[in-house]
């Protein structure tokens, strides 16, 4: 799967509306934000359709990743966007990111952990903004916001430290072009 897919997901009292640009999304944030409540929609509406009272737009199929049986479920799924909650420790492991790599789904994965296993992009790790009041009258809208920004270092760096004098003080040393300083600490003992 490659491209932008807007999804919209609400019930009587809450909606979601965003894009997914690259197929792996994070979601962080503190508790009560709302990310475990997108999961359960979504959750209930691959369960019961419409009867679930939930209204579901995307292009794409939605499903929900969880449990000991996570690969052979994931195994089935083929071009879908997959949501998976904080609590499922599989997101951590080696063997899932090799799945990941070799998947055509998008994955939107909640958690507060790193996941050093994932090649996901800075840019693409959101948490969740809420507007609107809670009442039982009034819909809660919830939105993306990103949580780093798009950060111009280009002016900032004055100086670069690389642990090695080998390939990675070459590699940086070329990238710099001179704009800034690039030395080598002589080992990551001297850093």
């Known amino acids: 799967m490659k491209g932008s897919f807007s999804i919209s997901v609400q019930n009587n009292t809450v909606k979601y509306a ?3 640009k690259r197929n792996i999304t994070i979601i962080q944030g503190d508790s009560a934000t709302g990310k475990t409540t997108l999961v359960d929609l979504i959750r209930e509406y691959e369960q019961n359709g419409t009867d679930s009272g939930i209204s579901l737009s995307c292009e794409k199929k939605c499903r929900v990743l969880e ?8 195994s089935l799924l083929k071009n879908c966007i997959i949501f ?3 609590g499922n420790r599989f997101v951590e492991s080696k063997e899932f990111a090799s799945e990941v790599k070799k998947s055509d ?10 996941l050093e296993n994932l090649p996901y992009s800075i840019e693409e ?14 819909q809660v809208y919830h939105e993306f916001y990103k949580i780093y920004g ?5 002016n900032k760096i004055q100086k670069l430290i690389t642990e090695d004098s080998n390939s990675g003080f070459d590699f ?4 710099s072009q001179k ?3 690039c030395e080598s600490a002589g080992g990551k003992s001297n850093i």
């Open 18 to 20: 965003f894009s997914l």
């Open 67 to 74: 449990g000991n049986d996570w690969n052979s479920h994931l």
């Open 84 to 86: 998976i909650d904080e």
């Open 105 to 114: 789904n998008y994955f939107v994965i909640v958690t507060r952990e790193g």
């Open 125 to 138: 790790i959101y948490g969740i903004h809420t507007s609107g009041k809670y009442s039982d009258l009034k």
């Open 150 to 154: 798009n950060f111009n270092l280009e």
């Open 172 to 175: 940086f040393n070329s990238v």
């Open 179 to 181: 704009k800034y300083i």
